[in-house]
């Protein structure tokens, strides 16, 4: 019975509210105040907006580049490369970099005698410089350089670490 009395209700009150006249607006601006907000809007999508797209774009596809620089990965230029390369190839090429950027090379080790980047030892070098590091890290890191130095010829940047470490050990005193 209630249900009978309020069928017509709801479409009579939508009809009326249709019928009566109001003024619609879709903006609170009006006039050339939405003229000019239309220009200013159209500038920004076509000048910042591609600019903002292709920063973010070649931000996301360094990445992988970082992570390497980060985890002293012995092969960090050729990510760094294969990085580039994966902008050229609209990122194709971006998820092996991420791969290669996470893992460490099976068989560098053994045949470099390190699975670090020559950087970690300049780094290392320049922290044994400041005395921010042990003396047994420092002797942890040499061991590793004459190591790598019976495995193969030492470059001349790490030869020289080598020898710079070993007058720092001589100076430093004994734990």
Same mark, same amino acid.
């Given at each position: %019975?209630?249900?009978?009395?309020?069928?017509? #209700?709801? !479409?009579?009150?939508?009809? =009326?509210?249709?019928?009566? !006249?109001?003024?619609?607006?879709?903006?609170?601006?009006?006039?050339? %105040?939405?003229? =000019?907000?239309?220009? $200013?809007?159209?500038? /920004?999508?076509?000048? *910042?907006? !591609?600019?903002?797209?292709?920063?973010? /774009?070649?931000?996301?596809?360094?990445?992988? +580049?970082?992570? #390497? +620089?980060?985890?002293?990965?012995?092969?960090? @230029?050729?990510?760094? @490369?294969?990085?580039?390369?994966?902008? *050229?190839?609209?990122?194709?090429?971006? !998820?092996?970099? $991420?791969? $290669?950027?996470?893992?460490?090379?099976?068989?560098?080790? %053994?045949?470099?005698? =390190?699975?670090?980047? +020559?950087?970690f030892y300049r780094e290392k070098l320049h922290a044994a410089r400041a005395g921010k590091i042990s003396r047994a890290e420092m002797v942890a890191i040499k061991s590793e350089l004459d190591d790598i130095e019976h495995r193969r010829i030492l470059s001349p940047d790490l030869k020289l670490v080598l020898d710079e470490l070993a *007058?720092?050990?001589?100076?430093?005193?004994?734990?």
């Open positions: %019975m209630l249900m009978r009395k309020h069928f017509f #209700a709801v !479409p009579l009150f939508l009809l =009326t509210a249709c019928l009566l !006249p109001g003024r619609a607006s879709a903006s609170f601006l009006s006039g050339d %105040m939405l003229d =000019t907000a239309a220009d $200013w809007l159209a500038l /920004f999508i076509l000048i *910042v907006v !591609p600019i903002a797209a292709v920063v973010v /774009f070649w931000l996301v596809h360094i990445l992988p +580049e970082k992570v #390497a +620089e980060n985890r002293y990965h012995p092969q960090k @230029t050729a990510i760094n @490369t294969l990085c580039l390369l994966s902008l *050229v190839f609209g990122g194709l090429l971006w !998820p092996i970099a $991420w791969l $290669w950027a996470y893992s460490r090379p099976v068989g560098y080790r %053994m045949a470099y005698g =390190t699975d670090r980047h +020559e950087d *007058v720092l050990l001589a100076a430093a005193p004994p734990a």
